[in-house]
């Protein structure tokens, strides 16, 4: 359980770390809070030959609120999202979503950009991210570009983001208020990897629904955003009644696998539960006086 | 309010809720465990385990980790030829001989975890490193998981004839065919528990030097049996016992598992040895899932004749043990247990069983609290379940049809367990369940779960009734030293893993003197310091180590009178004992001064032998709502009755019970060691092996009953290690049963078989 041997170096600037970036290739690797890399540099899983350390980077970390858009640092640790980080349906959202990320002392270290660089397909930032359409800020030797969610995530652990690049901000589109929000999320055990989870968020007006957003995760190869579904609540009733049968649509759009905690028929059915009482939860918070 | 007067406060130190001598060393990180210990010179070792299943070993080139900078010594099979398999320290059967395991693979690797080679490096980074540069050739062989399924050859080609099933245990009683005969009906059951271990939080560890003055090879990081091992090690090595000695450190669980005898503690005492230099092993978790005793993993077909009211006349069960690759130094317990304690608290007059223990190309299994019970009781309970829903009785009825009652006490089961006769020595049975039920308002509480179930919710409720077994004997020792400071120590070999063996000892000592436990120390699991002990399994402790400790104390009163009577000018009968002083007509004496009277110390001796164990007995409940959609289990009730005969320190038996429920929510509902079908297995950290956080664990309603004190010990005690967990897999399954309204024959109930069951 150790790892094996590696160089280490701790940038203090995007710059410096695009240059030890560049000087090691395909050998360097970026650690942000390191729980998903250390364990598995420990299980000699991962064996990088480079650390290239982002913590010391401080222009990469923090939150900037700017009226419609959450500048979020890579660096920012999920524990900041506990209380909300501003006013409004996203800010609750976003602190509905942290209690589910994994425990308490993880969340303390473990960072936005390094969840959504790792892109675990139960991560749940991920969803969030391309659940919300955020544009991801990479910056590399030729400069800086802006990616959205459904160009980033390109698979189980596989991003956009280039062996010679790094992460430096997610952009985050802020909902306007009136709309209500909702997470759900099923694990074995609190804090486990999720075997399925969705977030939604609804705008109701005259008794139905006149905007929605909605993703379900960990029951396919990244967070995906149901625009279908989306569509199909749109302009409906705001009822359980319509939110259950849009639900019902969601087996035959997720492509789960199964692995020993559960199989992919289980969690096909199981996307459809979280998806519906994500939504429902979404619709009970539209209702909530503000 | 005032203190109570010194000696009032001491005279009950026994049935007191003490704090524990232990937890000052732990809550200042005094404490040390086995990873704290570090020597100058000391040498790293890894072992390097089979990748695969099953195979045969063709050829392990060590060349290039040899060559790597640190490394001190590379080892196979060739290397510790001389070594025998590790031996059996229980239920010894005839013909299990040729199933032990070598200290390293010899010719073939039979499961993923197997040590095939060992590496002694300078760092436990070049050490890691060096492992992973040995590369074994292996012949794969078709991995054998099932064992329900046909015995196949151990060793193909080579031991020809040497089959999967190394013994069938037989126990029985009574006219099993007549009672089949005479039976209104016949109720039949499949069940099966999954493979499960106690898994400690401190994962194994050693530390081994050699002095090369004495020729003694100390060992330290011992756990559970450290005189036993202490003997098996100096027989492997070709010592004589006392050039070998073990030291316990503070444990960090043991639960059975930990502390048995394994190749690693073998490793490191012939290492110190042979390579000149201390050696420190300690296993990381992914080796501890694949490397220490598995246990649980019993398929059970039972057949009952049953009268018409419920009641068993006959009992035919047939099991099978999936041991793993090898038997290891338990040797037939777990299978004899079970088959020996399925009847339960039932009275059963006729029954037979064949428990028959099968080798698998998984790791080794052995012991894990309450083993044999867990699994036996869930089997068993889910027959009663079965046969209240066959006859129209409730749970709680068709077992209270069924209980032994308190007039048949002391019950013999007219069969054999570790080489004991099975005689339950007291219990009231009934009374517990009649408490227990008013305690529940169990009638009520059933009604509500209707109701909820007729609104279309999935809830419900169940019972696990069960016998457990405690204070295996055959003896233990303890010896008392009085100083003339008037502090005791007690020094015992039997074994602490974290279980409240000073604080338990110490209170028996001071109830018995009438004195506070503050100046009584207790030594423990050092074969350096007592001659014997038997260890820390079986729920022994508090009764065998407990007793002497009683019978030791009384021998030093008699002492302590005697020098006083010498030192007053008294004749002995007319003095008296009382609250640690010795009183006469011309004069008292402390136990200090007693002790400064005969010169400076008084030693006394007890021993406490026995050849029956002891029998406390027990009810677990649970009510729990299936989550239909995620197939997720919530707990909304548990409650454990439990009668433990006699209580030394309450608090110690609630923590007792408690730890032990979280353990038994954890084989019922999460943990299992799942394998593909080639013998890969998939839960090898933390984050697939799943054990309850204090997030899954619900309250436990507690009703300790001391109504049947046991007679064939002087406390009067009965052990609490296991009643926690024996009973949790029926009650649990009981509940999720009667929630989904249909047959629930398999633990783990992971939300993967539940979402099978709802949908048939």
């Keep these: ?290 | 309010m005032t203190d109570a007067p010194a000696d009032l406060a001491n005279a009950n130190a026994i049935g007191r809720s003490l704090r524990r001598i232990e937890d000052r060393p732990l809550l200042t990180g005094q404490a040390a465990f086995a990873a704290d210990l570090r020597v100058e010179g000391q040498v790293h070792m890894r072992v390097v385990r089979s990748p695969v299943a099953f195979g045969r070993i063709t050829e392990i080139d060590v060349d290039e980790a040899l060559e790597l900078p640190g490394v001190i010594a590379v080892w196979t099979h060739a290397d510790v030829a001389a070594l025998p398999q590790i031996d059996f320290r229980m239920t010894r059967i005839e013909g299990l001989g040729p199933y032990r395991q070598w200290v390293l693979a010899r010719d073939f690797v039979r499961y993923v975890g197997e040590p095939m080679a060992v590496v002694f490096a300078e760092t436990g980074f070049a050490a890691e490193d060096a492992a992973d540069l040995i590369f074994a050739e292996i012949d794969e062989l078709d991995a054998h998981l099932s064992a329900t399924a046909d015995p196949v050859e151990v060793y193909p080609g080579v031991e020809t004839g040497l089959l999967s099933e190394p013994a069938v245990i037989r126990k029985g009683a009574g006219d099993v065919d007549a009672a089949f005969a005479a039976a209104d009906r016949v109720v039949e059951l499949e069940v099966a528990v999954g493979r499960h271990t106690g898994v400690p939080l401190e994962t194994r560890g050693a530390l081994a030097q050699h002095d090369p003055d004495s020729d003694v090879v100390t060992m330290m990081g011992a756990a559970k049996v450290p005189h036993y091992n202490r003997g098996a090690i100096a027989t492997m090595l070709g010592l004589p016992t006392d050039k070998v000695q073990l030291s316990e450190q503070h444990v960090g669980g043991g639960f059975g598992i930990r502390g048995e005898l394994y190749p690693e503690d073998v490793l490191v005492c012939h290492a110190a040895r042979v390579l000149g230099r201390p050696i420190r092993w300690i296993e990381d978790r992914k080796e501890h899932l694949l490397a220490a005793n598995h246990s649980r993993d019993q398929a059970y077909r039972l057949r009952a004749a049953v009268d018409p009211e419920g009641v068993i006349l006959g009992l035919d069960a047939a099991f099978y043990t999936d041991q793993g690759a090898y038997v290891r130094t338990h040797g037939g317990t777990v299978t004899d247990l079970a088959a020996a304690m399925l009847p339960g608290p039932y009275r059963i007059p006729a029954y037979r069983v064949a428990g028959h223990i099968r080798l698998t190309n998984k790791t080794p299994a052995g012991t894990y609290r309450a083993p044999g019970r867990f699994e036996s009781t869930f089997a068993r309970e889910r027959l009663m379940d079965e046969i209240a829903d066959q006859c129209g009785l409730s749970r709680s009825e068709v077992r209270r049809r069924n209980l032994i009652p308190e007039a048949a006490m002391p019950f013999d089961r007219q069969i054999d367990t570790l080489g004991t006769h099975l005689v339950y020595d007291s219990g009231k049975y009934a009374d517990l369940l009649e408490r227990f039920r008013t305690m529940l308002d169990l009638d009520r509480t059933e009604d509500a779960l209707a109701e909820r179930r007729d609104a279309g919710e999935m809830a419900g409720c169940g019972l696990g009734f069960f016998v457990e077994k405690s204070g295996l004997g055959p003896d233990d020792l303890v010896r008392l030293h009085l100083s003339g400071d008037g502090t005791i120590r007690i020094v015992t070999g039997v074994a602490s893993v974290g279980q409240g063996v000073e604080t338990t000892l110490a209170q028996v000592c001071a109830g018995t003197l009438g004195i506070g436990i503050d100046g009584i120390e207790v030594i423990h699991g050092q074969t350096s310091l007592i001659e014997k002990g038997m260890g820390a399994f079986a729920t022994r402790v508090t009764v065998m180590a407990g007793s002497a400790v009683k019978i030791a104390a009384e021998a030093l009163i008699a002492k302590a009178t005697e020098a006083a009577a010498k030192a007053l000018g008294a004749d002995p009968a007319d003095l008296t004992f009382d609250a640690g002083r010795v009183s006469g007509p011309s004069g008292a004496l402390t136990l200090a001064e007693a002790a400064q009277a005969a010169g400076g110390e008084i030693v006394a001796e007890g021993l406490f032998e026995t050849t029956h164990m002891t029998y406390p007995y027990g009810i677990h409940f649970a009510q729990v709502s299936v989550d239909p959609e995620t197939c997720g289990v919530t707990i909304e009730r548990y409650a454990v009755a439990y009668d433990i005969g006699r209580m030394v320190n309450p608090m110690l038996v609630e923590g007792q019970l408690v730890g032990a429920v979280a353990q038994g929510v954890g084989g019922a509902l999460l943990e299992e060691f799942v394998y593909d079908e080639a013998g890969q297995p998939l839960a090898t950290s933390l984050a697939d092996y799943l054990m309850p956080t204090a997030m899954e664990m619900p309250e436990v309603e507690l009703l300790i009953r001391e109504d049947a004190p046991s007679p064939i010990n002087p406390l009067g005690v009965k052990g609490a290690g296991e009643g926690g967990i024996n009973g949790a897999g029926a009650a649990l399954a009981g509940a999720v049963s009667q929630a989904l309204g249909r047959r629930v024959d398999r633990l783990p109930m992971t939300p993967e078989r539940i979402y099978r069951w709802i949908r048939g």
């Excluded at chain 1, 990897?193 to 995760?217: C, H, N, S, T, W």
Aim: with cysteine; aromatic share 6%.
């Design chain 1, 1 to 290: 359980m150790k790892p094996a041997a590696f160089s280490y170096h701790r940038p203090e600037t995007i710059s410096d770390a695009l240059a030890l970036l560049a000087e090691h290739g395909d050998v360097g690797k970026i650690i942000a809070g390191g729980q998903s890399l250390v364990p598995s540099m420990n299980f000699r899983l991962a064996r990088p030959e480079t650390l290239i350390d982002m913590n010391a980077i401080a222009e990469i970390a923090g939150i900037e609120d700017r009226g419609d858009t959450l500048v979020i640092g890579a660096m920012t640790r999920h524990a900041a999202f506990h209380t909300p980080v501003c006013d409004g349906p996203t800010g609750a959202m976003l602190t509905r979503v942290v209690g589910n990320i994994a425990h308490y002392p993880i969340r303390q270290r473990g960072t936005f950009g390094g969840s959504l660089c790792h892109a675990d397909p139960a991560s749940e930032w991920c969803l969030v991210a391309a659940t919300f359409d955020a544009a991801m800020e990479i910056h590399g030797q030729d400069g800086m570009r802006e990616v959205g969610a459904a160009d980033f995530f390109k698979g189980t652990f596989t991003t956009a983001v280039g062996g010679d690049e790094l992460l430096a901000r997610i952009h985050l589109p802020k909902l306007p208020e009136g709309w209500g929000t909702g997470f759900y999320e099923f694990s074995r055990r609190r804090g486990d990897f999720a075997l399925a989870m969705a977030v939604a968020a609804l705008k109701v007006e005259g008794g139905k629904i006149a905007d929605a957003r909605l993703g379900v995760g960990a029951v396919a190869a990244h967070g995906l955003r149901l625009e279908t579904l989306e569509q199909a609540l749109t302009g409906q009733p705001a009822t359980e009644e319509t939110i259950a049968e849009v639900a019902a649509q969601v087996p035959g759009l997720v492509k789960p696998s199964g692995d020993i905690h559960g199989s992919a028929e289980y969690r096909r059915d199981l996307a459809q539960a979280v998806v519906r009482r994500a939504l429902n939860a979404a619709l009970a918070d539209c209702a909530v006086p503000a």
